[in-house]
């Protein structure tokens, strides 16, 4: 669904083809509107994101923090659709390597790296404009099967 449909929150910019708007957990829905890519395969996830003031820091870019839910949210949503299995996470990391700006239209492709019967290892590039701006890595706990 294209992101001015009713289901999409508020004003939200349009995303590029290949994206649709999904709700997520109340958490991310209100610092989102995040997008989905329609074509990932089992065991990734790619969300995108166009970024606005309110994802910014004082000096403009994109707050760290606001990376690393986007990152967390493409990581876990990667495990659990390869799984079938809900997650919580156990520990991430972060590299930041270049500012994302308002405006910009980045993508977090998760990819679910391996897994035992208990853990899921993740990680995460982000990307603006095919330029890697960040990465995660994550460990997630696998509870029940997802519904």
Same mark, same amino acid.
């Given at each position: 669904?294209?992101?001015?449909?009713?289901?999409?929150?508020?004003?939200?910019?349009?995303?590029?083809?290949? /994206?649709?708007?999904?709700?997520?957990?109340? /958490?991310?829905?209100?610092?989102?509107?995040?997008?989905?890519?329609?074509?990932?395969?089992?065991?990734?996830?790619?969300?995108?994101?166009?970024?606005?003031?309110?994802?910014?820091?004082?000096?403009?870019?994109?707050?760290?923090?606001?990376?690393?839910?986007?990152?967390?949210?493409?990581?876990?949503?990667?495990?659990? /659709?390869?799984?079938?299995?809900?997650?919580?996470?156990?520990?991430?990391?972060?590299?930041?390597?270049?500012?994302?700006?308002?405006?910009?239209?980045?993508?977090?492709?998760?990819?679910?790296?391996?897994?035992?019967?208990?853990?899921?290892?993740?990680?995460?590039?982000?990307?603006?404009?095919?330029?890697?701006?960040?990465?995660?890595?994550?460990?997630?706990?696998?509870?029940?099967?997802?519904?």
């Amino acid at each position: 669904m294209p992101a001015d449909t009713p289901e999409a929150p508020g004003s939200v910019v349009g995303a590029p083809p290949g /994206f649709v708007y999904v709700a997520r957990a109340p /958490f991310v829905n209100h610092v989102g509107p995040l997008f989905q890519a329609t074509s990932d395969a089992p065991g990734e996830m790619t969300l995108g994101l166009q970024v606005d003031l309110v994802h910014t820091n004082t000096m403009g870019f994109m707050h760290g923090g606001m990376i690393a839910t986007i990152c967390d949210s493409a990581m876990a949503r990667a495990a659990v /659709f390869k799984l079938n299995r809900r997650t919580v996470t156990l520990r991430m990391a972060m590299e930041y390597f270049d500012p994302i700006k308002k405006g910009d239209w980045l993508t977090a492709h998760g990819r679910l790296v391996g897994h035992d019967d208990d853990v899921a290892q993740t990680e995460c590039l982000v990307k603006v404009g095919g330029e890697v701006r960040a990465r995660g890595t994550g460990v997630f706990r696998l509870l029940r099967a997802a519904k």
